[in-house]
T-cell receptor, first 111, second 117 residues
Framework: EDQVTQSPEALRLQEGESSSLNCSYT??????LFWYRQDPGKGPEFLFT???AGEEKEKERLKATLTKKESFLHITAPKPEDSATYLC????????????FGKGTMLLVSP | DAGVIQSPRHEVTEMGQEVTLRCKPI?????LFWYRQTMMRGLELLIY????????DSGMPEDRFSAKMPNASFSTLKIQPSEPRDSAVYFC???????????????FGEGSWLTVV
């Protein structure tokens, strides 16, 4: 059974204070690791897909990296508008097209 | 292009009543997913359709839950009878490709917030 664990559960940063979110996973045959952003009262919004160890993807102040056991979402010089819950998910060999999600990291960036 | 459209956005109902949630996937997408989100358990897959056919319903909690996809542009999730523990946000999502393809991204609707009192 695929499993995803995210840490920390919540993170509070000052504007401009860089940090990283962690996503540890176990999966039989990784066919993609996905990062989503979820704002309060909204559905998850797709950010990145990573497929193999060593791969990196960037979007504005966000950079996602992948190893064989975990992924990191690095946030550089965050702004208050980066405040959201960040969800990590994996697609394994036996999961057809479905995703298994972690419980998320709630990020609050204070001005 | 319109995203995944869900209705109703909010529903408050009494225990024992029937609840029907509706979803219109993104045009051209042939995979549809129903997820449930709670604080305790996070996002959980309930059921997955491929080309309107249910492929995996192992996440459906019990017989009170049922889902249908009569055509490529419409799906329903029904709870009958509803119970307070069914209170959650129910998300519909869709994607373009199916089967062993790794690259298809799943796009989510805004969710249906269900409260059963």
């Amino acid at each position: 059974e695929d499993q995803v664990t995210q840490s920390p559960e919540a993170l509070r940063l000052q504007e401009g204070e860089s940090s990283s979110l962690n996503c540890s996973y176990t999966v039989s045959g990784l066919r993609g690791l996905f990062w989503y952003r979820q704002d309060p009262g909204k559905g998850p919004e797709f950010l990145f897909t990573l497929y193999s160890a060593g791969e990196e993807k960037e979007k504005e102040r966000l950079k996602a990296t992948l190893t064989k056991k975990e992924s990191f979402l690095h946030i550089t010089a965050p702004k208050p508008e980066d405040s959201a819950t960040y969800l990590c998910a994996v697609r394994g060999h036996q999961g057809y097209s479905t995703l298994t999600f972690g419980k998320g990291t709630m990020l609050l960036v204070s001005p | 292009d319109a995203g995944v459209i869900q209705s109703p956005r909010h529903e408050v109902t009494e225990m024992g009543q029937e609840v029907t949630l509706r979803c219109k996937p993104i045009s051209g997408h042939n995979s549809l997913f129903w997820y449930r989100q709670t604080m305790m358990r996070g996002l959980e897959l309930l059921i997955y359709f491929n080309n309107n056919v249910p492929i995996d319903d192992s996440g459906m909690p019990e017989d009170r839950f049922s889902a249908k996809m009569p055509n490529a542009s419409f799906s329903t999730l029904k709870i009958q009878p509803s119970e307070p523990r069914d209170s959650a946000v129910y998300f519909c999502a869709s994607s373009t490709r199916t089967g062993e393809d790794s690259g298809n991204t799943i796009y989510f609707g805004e969710g249906s917030w269900l409260t059963v009192v």
